[in-house]
């Protein structure tokens, strides 16, 4: 049969079992001996992606003057990795434990944040480097995983005050830890394809100078792919049959997600620039249509969900003006395409996205709140593989776990009788796991 060469797409774990068929019960193919894929061994990859900062940051300028706001740096990063992994037998089915560690260059930064005084600051992640157990369970070909261990990164924060330089925190190394999940897949031969999503916690800092005083706590957010080389790896596996994804499906999912929503607010002489970090969880329900043509599959899917993102610790204007920011719910409506290696599909997927943007502002005259409906688009990638729960739910059942992006454009707000106006501009990152039922009659090979 073909050996087929295909890209994984996925930030997040994904569940991995059978898939079957609904009315009809669609046969079961024994997959060869050599399907059984062996991940033991070392490997050694490299990789590319992009990372998010969530940095809260608190600054006390004279007593009774604090502002709280995020630095949120952003952009591209690459390095390499170097890993073991040993396989074995569970309950659950193969285990696939293993030793990875990375090191990264990285050009994350946020210039952009300026408050009143005007106050700018600037964060840069110049590196960072992770030492990580993984953990996790392999169907054939394709691994799920959980992922965690030691992280340190290169940090530098610096303070400019009316055109001068307060503070400069210099080059400093911080260190933490991390955690993540990803998914990791056979392209042929000894290489393996994979997508991860890691968060890295790297402690929290406190500086003090001119008589004042900088808290900070680095937590960024990692994105990215790798391509790996199986050193000894035989590589051999028989692709399973496709699977037949034609038909309609439903749905729910459930996942995180957090906000880069970049904000102006201006009262008067005064104007800020600042972030407005919303995290929390998102849930909903998904329904979409499949067609397949060989091993592709293009579809139509739709989704709604509630969500409990939140950032009620906000406060600029010297700590005068209080932000409580929440987008309570969201949906969207997005085309998919994907490539059905064997029984498991890997997508990329987009289109339009809705969602309510709700705003409270608390000043010393009281408090107003906004909310409005915005609409934008959105664009992201997954994975989609069949699932089955130690035999506790039937055969048309499939898993899956996806990362959208999603931008809701910019909405403008007039505050105090139009004295304070607000501009925000929402864009959120969702990391989501589902779980599909499809009326359809798949056929896939048992491992």
Same mark, same amino acid.
């Given at each position: 049969?073909?050996?087929?060469?295909?890209?994984?797409?996925?930030?997040?774990?994904?569940?991995?079992?059978?898939?079957?068929?609904?009315?009809?019960?669609?046969?079961?193919?024994?997959?060869?001996?050599?399907?059984?894929?062996?991940?033991?061994?070392?490997?050694?990859?490299?990789?590319?992606?992009?990372?998010?900062?969530?940095?809260?940051?608190?600054?006390?300028?004279?007593? !009774?003057?604090?502002?709280?706001?995020?630095?949120?740096?952003?952009?591209?990063?690459?390095?390499?990795?170097?890993?073991?992994?040993?396989?074995?037998?569970?309950?659950?089915?193969?285990?696939?434990?293993?030793?990875? *560690?990375?090191?990264?260059?990285?050009?994350?930064?946020?210039?952009?944040?300026?408050?009143?005084?005007?106050?700018?600051?600037?964060?840069?992640?110049?590196?960072?480097?992770?030492?990580?157990?993984?953990?996790?369970?392999?169907?054939?070909?394709?691994?799920?995983?959980?992922? !965690?261990?030691?992280?340190?990164?290169?940090?530098?924060?610096?303070?400019?005050?009316?055109?001068?330089?307060?503070?400069?925190?210099?080059?400093? /190394?911080? /260190?933490?830890?991390?955690?993540?999940?990803?998914?990791?897949?056979?392209?042929?031969?000894?290489?393996?394809?994979?997508?991860?999503?890691?968060?890295?916690?790297?402690?929290?800092?406190?500086?003090?100078?001119?008589?004042? /005083?900088?808290?900070?706590?680095?937590?960024?957010?990692?994105?990215?792919?790798?391509?790996?080389?199986?050193?000894?790896?035989?590589?051999?596996?028989?692709?399973?049959?496709?699977?037949?994804?034609?038909?309609?499906?439903?749905?729910?999912?459930?996942?995180?997600?957090?906000?880069?929503?970049?904000?102006?607010?201006?009262?008067?002489?005064?104007?800020?620039?600042?972030?407005?970090?919303?995290?929390?969880?998102?849930?909903?329900?998904?329904?979409?249509?499949?067609?397949?043509?060989?091993?592709?599959?293009?579809?139509?899917?739709?989704?709604?969900?509630?969500?409990?993102?939140?950032?009620?610790?906000?406060?600029?204007?010297? *700590?005068?003006?209080?932000?409580?920011?929440?987008?309570?719910?969201?949906?969207? #409506?997005? !085309?998919?395409?994907?490539?059905?290696?064997?029984?498991?599909?890997?997508?990329?997927?987009?289109?339009?996205?809705?969602?309510? #943007?709700?705003?409270?502002?608390?000043?010393?005259?009281?408090?107003? /709140?906004?909310?409005?409906?915005?609409? *934008?688009?959105?664009?992201?990638?997954?994975?989609?593989?069949?699932?089955?729960?130690?035999?506790?739910?039937?055969?048309?059942?499939?898993?899956?776990?996806?990362?959208?992006?999603?931008?809701?454009?910019?909405?403008?707000?007039?505050?105090?009788?139009?004295?304070?106006?607000?501009?925000?501009?929402?864009?959120?990152?969702?990391?989501?796991?589902?779980?599909?039922?499809?009326?359809?009659?798949?056929?896939?090979?048992?491992?």
């Amino acid at each position: 049969m073909k050996r087929i060469l295909a890209g994984v797409a996925l930030i997040g774990t994904a569940v991995s079992a059978q898939a079957a068929d609904l009315a009809t019960k669609a046969p079961y193919y024994k997959a060869p001996i050599v399907a059984v894929y062996d991940w033991t061994g070392f490997y050694v990859g490299v990789n590319a992606g992009a990372g998010l900062g969530r940095d809260r940051a608190i600054q006390n300028f004279a007593p !009774g003057l604090t502002s709280t706001t995020y630095l949120q740096p952003f952009g591209a990063l690459g390095g390499g990795q170097i890993g073991y992994n040993y396989q074995t037998n569970s309950l659950f089915g193969p285990l696939v434990i293993g030793l990875e *560690g990375d090191f990264q260059g990285a050009d994350l930064s946020d210039t952009r944040t300026t408050l009143s005084g005007p106050v700018n600051y600037s964060q840069k992640l110049d590196w960072f480097a992770t030492a990580r157990g993984r953990i996790g369970i392999a169907r054939g070909p394709v691994l799920n995983y959980f992922t !965690g261990g030691f992280a340190a990164g290169d940090v530098r924060t610096t303070v400019t005050e009316g055109g001068f330089t307060a503070f400069d925190s210099g080059k400093r /190394t911080l /260190t933490g830890w991390t955690i993540g999940s990803g998914v990791e897949a056979a392209l042929g031969g000894n290489w393996t394809g994979k997508i991860e999503y890691l968060h890295l916690d790297l402690g929290n800092k406190t500086d003090s100078f001119l008589g004042q /005083t900088l808290q900070t706590s680095v937590r960024e957010n990692i994105f990215r792919v790798g391509l790996n080389y199986r050193i000894g790896g035989n590589g051999l596996y028989a692709p399973a049959p496709v699977a037949n994804w034609t038909g309609f499906y439903l749905g729910g999912n459930f996942g995180s997600a957090f906000a880069r929503n970049r904000t102006t607010a201006s009262i008067g002489p005064f104007s800020e620039q600042f972030n407005l970090g919303l995290d929390g969880f998102a849930g909903g329900g998904q329904v979409g249509y499949n067609w397949q043509a060989s091993n592709w599959v293009y579809g139509l899917e739709a989704d709604f969900q509630g969500s409990t993102q939140r950032d009620n610790d906000t406060a600029v204007l010297f *700590g005068l003006a209080a932000y409580d920011a929440k987008l309570p719910w969201f949906g969207t #409506v997005r !085309g998919r395409l994907g490539y059905s290696l064997g029984s498991t599909l890997f997508y990329g997927t987009g289109g339009y996205a809705y969602g309510n #943007v709700k705003t409270t502002i608390t000043a010393g005259t009281g408090s107003e /709140t906004i909310s409005k409906t915005a609409s *934008g688009w959105t664009a992201g990638a997954g994975i989609e593989t069949p699932f089955t729960l130690l035999g506790l739910v039937g055969p048309n059942w499939t898993s899956k776990t996806e990362y959208l992006y999603v931008d809701l454009g910019s909405t403008t707000s007039d505050f105090a009788g139009g004295l304070a106006p607000n501009t925000i501009k929402v864009t959120e990152h969702i990391f989501r796991t589902g779980i599909n039922y499809h009326f359809n009659s798949p056929v896939v090979a048992k491992y």
